[in-house]
């Protein structure tokens, strides 16, 4: 069965590659990924706008080969006119969908940056462009890790809907029961749109042990331990995250989730092969 048959929500996320042989293999990776059948493929925005040029630069070439390419932004330094001009510049190129968000002050800059909230860059691009483009916030089941209280997570979280939000994809998680309390609790606070899981498939243990403690997202205890048995030897690894990454997409599906939004480092395995193993293309 397809992902179309099932409607569900199927994405890819790629980073913007620095030298041009990244940009030629992204441009591999996403043809690949792209007989997956894709709703869309989005590319993140540096902390700061320090990948604007690139950032521009992929969605501008995927535009070119037709694909649905979706711009993450943040408001880093920019000025109003500057973020107009890039939105615009994206309207023009034919571009619908846009990721916003406050993103994280680049390293280096201490507090000197002053930080716009999501829910104003979604109340900024609503009114300048009306409904023109779909806007995807970020949520956080496990909550963000500057957050004061739960409830005033899920609270911002209904403000960015309120500011005009459609949908939301989160930070990645490997505890369903933490996506499933979220939603509940989402709910309660009024929020009725898609809440999209996004979905880490495993590659370097090490890597995303590191980035997970700085982002929030926690590995189970069980994980780390199952991983740490594999060191040394990958393939065993990758065999075991596949299945498990699998299992937690099966277990969200089967409960609802409106669909899938991987982050894919880039690579084509092991999301294709989790993609392939659920079903959602042939
Ligand atoms: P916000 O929703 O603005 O929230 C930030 C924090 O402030 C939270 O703790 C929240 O509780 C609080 N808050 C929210 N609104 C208000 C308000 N109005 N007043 C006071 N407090 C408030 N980072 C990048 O740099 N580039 C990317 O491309 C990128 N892509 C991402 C994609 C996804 C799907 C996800 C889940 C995250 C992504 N991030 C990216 C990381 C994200 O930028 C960081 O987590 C950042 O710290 C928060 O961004 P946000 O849009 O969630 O912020």
Same mark, same amino acid.
């Given at each position: 069965?397809?992902?179309? +048959?099932?409607?569900?929500?199927?994405?890819?996320?790629?980073?913007?590659?620095?030298?041009?042989?990244?940009?030629?293999?992204?441009?591999?990776?996403?043809?690949?990924?792209?007989?997956?059948?894709?709703?869309?493929?989005?590319?993140?925005?540096?902390?700061?706008?320090?990948?604007? +040029?690139?950032?521009?630069?992929? $969605?501008?070439?995927?535009?070119?080969?037709?694909?649905?390419a979706a711009p993450h932004l943040s408001f880093g330094g920019d000025h109003e006119e500057t973020m107009y001009e890039?939105?615009?510049?994206?309207?023009?190129?034919?571009?619908?969908? $846009?990721?916003?968000?406050?993103?994280?002050?680049?390293?280096?800059?201490?507090?000197?940056?002053?930080?716009?909230?999501?829910?104003?860059?979604?109340?900024?691009?609503?009114?300048?462009?009306g409904n023109h483009f779909h806007l995807s916030v970020a949520a956080y089941p496990e909550i963000h890790p500057e957050?004061?209280?739960?409830?005033?997570?899920?609270?911002?979280?209904?403000?960015?809907?309120?500011?005009?939000?459609?949908?939301?994809?989160?930070?990645?998680?490997?505890?369903? +029961?933490?996506?499933?309390?979220?939603?509940?609790?989402?709910?309660?606070?009024?929020?009725?749109?898609?809440?999209?899981?996004?979905?880490?498939?495993?590659?370097?243990?090490q890597n995303l042990a590191r980035f997970s403690d700085a982002c929030g997202a926690e590995i189970p205890r069980w994980?780390?331990?199952?991983?740490?048995?594999?060191?040394?030897?990958?393939?065993?690894?990758?065999?075991?995250?596949? +299945?498990?990454?699998?299992?937690?997409?099966?277990?969200?599906?089967?409960?609802?989730?409106?669909?899938?939004?991987?982050?894919?480092?880039?690579? $084509?395995?092991?999301?294709?092969?989790?993609?392939?193993?659920?079903?959602?293309?042939?």
């Amino acid at each position: 069965m397809s992902n179309e +048959d099932k409607d569900i929500n199927l994405s890819f996320e790629f980073f913007p590659p620095k030298t041009e042989q990244g940009q030629e293999k992204l441009k591999a990776v996403r043809t690949q990924l792209n007989k997956l059948n894709p709703d869309f493929f989005s590319v993140t925005y540096g902390a700061g706008g320090s990948t604007r +040029d690139n950032t521009k630069g992929v $969605i501008k070439a995927m535009r070119e080969e037709g694909l649905p390419a979706a711009p993450h932004l943040s408001f880093g330094g920019d000025h109003e006119e500057t973020m107009y001009e890039m939105v615009d510049g994206y309207k023009s190129i034919g571009v619908d969908r $846009i990721v916003a968000l406050r993103g994280d002050m680049p390293s280096g800059m201490g507090a000197a940056m002053q930080m716009v909230y999501a829910n104003e860059l979604v109340a900024f691009i609503r009114e300048k462009f009306g409904n023109h483009f779909h806007l995807s916030v970020a949520a956080y089941p496990e909550i963000h890790p500057e957050a004061r209280s739960y409830r005033e997570d899920v609270r911002y979280l209904k403000g960015k809907f309120d500011a005009g939000a459609n949908s939301a994809i989160t930070q990645y998680f490997y505890n369903p +029961d933490a996506y499933f309390y979220f939603l509940e609790e989402c709910g309660k606070e009024g929020i009725d749109a898609p809440i999209i899981p996004g979905i880490m498939p495993i590659t370097n243990y090490q890597n995303l042990a590191r980035f997970s403690d700085a982002c929030g997202a926690e590995i189970p205890r069980w994980i780390r331990k199952r991983l740490d048995d594999f060191s040394g030897n990958n393939e065993s690894l990758t065999s075991f995250a596949t +299945d498990l990454v699998t299992e937690l997409c099966e277990t969200l599906l089967e409960n609802g989730a409106p669909g899938l939004h991987f982050y894919t480092m880039n690579q $084509i395995e092991p999301t294709r092969s989790i993609v392939l193993n659920l079903g959602l293309s042939e």
